[in-house]
């Protein structure tokens, strides 16, 4: 069966210092790996995503992410964590014909 | 590019009554729409796929006809609470697909429904 895993609830850091949100994913085949970040009331915003290519996917914000395909993992990443960071953020793959989603992580930057 | 809006952001009505929610792509055409459904502090749920001109496949549990969908146009796709109770509060939210190879989909902002 497909999964997204999203182990951490939530994740705090302080302002500054760098930023890891963690996803692994189960899916047969090659997988369409994409985050959002949500903030209060508010739909998704589409941060970045992986197809192919290079392991290392840079996007929106400073956020990049590392797909791990012997770990199964898709962790989020940001070298230097700003308070307006904080937000919850998605996992997600794309199955057969739909996105499955982590169970979300928020994410607390403290000044 | 890729905008996807919903009408209304907010709506609250009584119990009994029914809500229409509006979710349009703005600058492409949309194969494909989703609706998804979200609680409080909780990941979305996925309550149905819609496609343009044919009846959209609901998800195990979704009560299609307590949720109507209607897809009419490649950029317009409603949801509908008929007879709405306090339970279907919640924050409901649609994306659009293109139909391109990468599988992207682009969220619409999110209506949040409130039945007294």
């Known amino acids: 069966a497909q999964s997204v895993a999203q182990p951490e609830d939530q994740v705090n850091v302080a302002e500054g210092n760098p930023l890891t949100v963690k996803c692994t994913y189960s899916?047969?085949?090659?997988?369409?790996l994409f985050w959002y970040v949500q903030y209060p009331n508010r739909g998704l915003q589409f941060l970045l995503k992986y197809i192919t290519g290079d392991n290392l996917v840079k996007g929106s914000y400073g956020f990049e992410a590392e797909f791990n395909k012997s770990q199964t993992s898709f962790h989020l990443k940001k070298p230097s964590a700003l308070v307006s960071d904080s937000a919850l953020y998605f996992c997600a793959v794309m199955g057969t014909y739909k996105y499955i989603f982590g169970t979300g992580t928020r994410l607390k930057v403290l000044a | 590019g890729a905008v996807v809006s919903q009408h209304p952001s907010r709506v609250i009505c009584k119990s009994g009554t029914s809500v229409k929610i509006e979710c349009r792509s703005l600058d492409f055409q949309a194969t494909t729409m989703f609706w998804y459904r979200q609680f409080p502090k909780q990941s979305l749920m996925l309550m149905a796929t819609?496609?343009?001109?044919?009846?959209?496949?609901?998800e195990q549990g979704v009560e299609k006809d307590k949720f109507l969908i209607n897809h009419a146009s490649l950029t317009l796709s409603t949801l509908t609470v008929t007879s709405a109770h306090p339970e279907d509060s919640s924050f409901y939210i649609c994306?659009?697909?293109?139909?391109?190879?990468?599988?992207?989909?682009?969220f619409g902002p999110g209506t949040r429904l409130t039945v007294l």
């Open positions: 819609s496609n343009e001109g044919s009846k959209a496949t609901y």
């Open positions: 899916v047969s085949g090659n997988p369409y």
């Open positions: 994306s659009a697909y293109r139909g391109v190879s990468d599988n992207e989909q682009f």
